[in-house]
């Protein structure tokens, strides 16, 4: 079992940046790839950035690459997503997600930290 735990999210102006933050429980932490998932009313959860195990592995949906970055540190069992220029259409309630390397899909969740960005 994994628990998690995101922090970081509030309300940022258009063009500016937030780091989320996301602390995982659980000793085998690195044997989990992790993703960042982002859902908007009335709209299907969202992979938007997923991180293998190592940390030697990374993808971006479209619609953030090049301006979200994901990171891990297993020493401290947390992984980021540094979120810069952030557009308006970025607000979403932001989750993390841990999936164990031999499985097919995510299976463990974090409660979800809202993003709000204004223009």
């Known amino acids: 079992q994994v628990q998690l735990i995101e922090s970081g999210g509030g309300l940022v102006q258009a063009g500016g940046s937030l780091r989320l933050s996301c602390a995982a429980s659980g000793h085998t932490f690195s044997t989990y790839d992790m993703g960042w998932f982002r859902q908007t009313p009335g709209n299907v959860r969202e992979l938007i950035a997923a991180l293998s195990g190592r940390g030697d592995s990374t993808s971006y949906a479209d619609s953030v690459k090049g301006r979200f970055t994901i990171s891990r540190d297993n020493a401290k069992n947390t992984v980021y997503l540094q979120m810069n220029s952030l557009k308006a259409e970025d607000t979403a309630i932001y989750y993390c997600?841990?999936?164990?390397?031999?499985?097919?899909?995510?299976?463990?969740w974090g409660q979800g930290t809202q993003v709000t960005v204004s223009s």
């Open positions: 997600a841990a999936r164990a390397l031999t499985s097919a899909k995510y299976n463990f």
